[in-house]
């Protein structure tokens, strides 16, 4: 009597139907990698020098109580722009440094922002470091 089965099994491992999956995996990952966008907004940030230049700066203070300083002189707020543009120069190089109070009113801090982009001036906002 012949107890063995008819059908052997193949030791062997095809290995031609796994590289094709592998290749399929490795196409899908490299097409949906390039779809992939940073939630990052692109800007041209500004390069820090070591060196600063305290005449090509014009600081503007605004106080937690609406008084407006320029480099240490105290300013109305109707004069405020004629004395930013007078103390900036017809150049327009200098720089605005605004510095606000923690507690200023925003309305204060834009009306300084306001009266510099109307005259296409350049500025920063000041902010303590850590």
Same mark, same amino acid.
């Given at each position: 009597m012949n107890l063995r089965g008819r059908n052997k099994v193949d030791p062997t491992f095809n290995m031609s139907s796994m590289t094709d999956i592998v290749f399929l #995996? #490795?196409?899908f990952f490299m097409l949906t990698s390039t779809l992939v966008t940073v939630s990052a907004i692109d800007v041209l940030l500004?390069?820090?020098g *070591?060196? @600063?230049?305290?005449?090509?700066? &014009?600081? &503007? @203070?605004? @106080?937690?109580?609406a008084l407006f300083y320029i480099d240490k002189t105290k300013v109305s707020?109707?004069?405020l722009e004629s004395k930013i543009i007078a103390s &900036? *120069?017809?150049?327009?190089?200098k720089t605005i440094v605004i510095?606000?109070?923690k507690e200023?009113?925003?309305?204060n801090v834009m009306k300084v922002i306001d009266i510099a982009?109307?005259?296409? #001036?350049k500025m920063i906002l000041a902010v303590k470091g850590k």
């Open positions: #995996l #490795l196409i500004p390069k820090a *070591g060196k @600063t230049e305290s005449n090509k700066s &014009v600081a &503007v @203070t605004i @106080t937690n109580d707020s109707s004069s &900036v *120069g017809a150049d327009k190089k510095r606000g109070h200023a009113s925003y309305k982009n109307k005259n296409k #001036l």
